[in-house]
């Protein structure tokens, strides 16, 4: 005989392993995205890579672009967990920035995901493409600056650096660790150490 608390057990059954089915495929995508781009997911595709039913991953998502932006989410929550979370741990301010740029490096070296940036390998190909997938990658892209300039901020008003513009410091941050990320991809090692450099010269301490 079926219950009220059998059917509920049965139903919250169904959701753990839609859950699980989700992550799973997400987690894939994001490989794939990270090499191939957004562009290069299909349904068959992760049917024939995880062994699942192409018809299973369709219920999920229905349509390709909620694919794209449930594998977008993903991979900010990956990043966050590995570059954003940890920084929390630092004194805001100098410290945490440089835990940040550590952080992105460590994610960019020893990488995160397969094709190195998640954003890197995405973003030039949906920046002139208007619609969700490009405003979500957007949104996620001035996140990641804003965390930066908040922290600049803080430096400032403390007196731990030099006087500057936080959102300029920002933007040559975020510019310089994306070309960390594509020289890594060309096997230049020495990107880190520039990188490193350029970091230092706008954490210098205030005169």
């Not at 630092?90 to 995160?112: E, K």
């Not at 936080?166 to 060309?186: C, E, T, W, Y």
């Not at 350029?198 to 954490?203: A, I, P, Q």
Request: aromatic share 6%; charged share 25%; with cysteine.
């Amino acid at each position: 005989m079926v219950t009220a608390e059998t059917a509920d057990e049965s139903v919250d059954r169904r959701l753990l392993r839609g859950a699980r089915s989700r992550r799973a495929v997400t987690g894939r995508a994001v490989e794939i995205a990270s090499l191939d781009g957004l562009d290069g997911l299909s349904f068959g595709r992760l049917a024939d890579d995880l062994d699942i039913s192409k018809a299973g991953i369709q219920t999920l998502f229905r349509t390709k672009e909620k694919l794209q932006l449930a594998t977008v989410e993903a991979a900010q929550e990956a990043f966050v967990d590995a570059v954003v979370r940890p920084a929390r741990d630092s004194r805001a301010g100098v410290a945490r920035l440089r835990a940040l740029v550590d952080g992105w490096i460590d994610y960019a070296v020893q990488p995160l995901f397969p094709g190195g940036c998640f954003w890197g390998a995405n973003l030039p190909i949906f920046d002139s493409r208007p619609g969700p997938v490009r405003d979500a990658l957007l949104r996620q892209q001035r996140a990641w600056v804003t965390t930066l300039a908040t922290q600049f901020r803080r430096a400032v008003a403390a007196g731990e650096i030099a006087d500057l513009d936080p959102d300029a410091a920002a933007f040559q941050v975020s510019a310089v660790l994306h070309a960390v990320n594509l020289a890594l991809r060309l096997g230049d090692g020495d990107s880190v150490t520039m990188a490193r450099r350029v970091v230092d010269g706008l954490l210098a301490p205030a005169a």
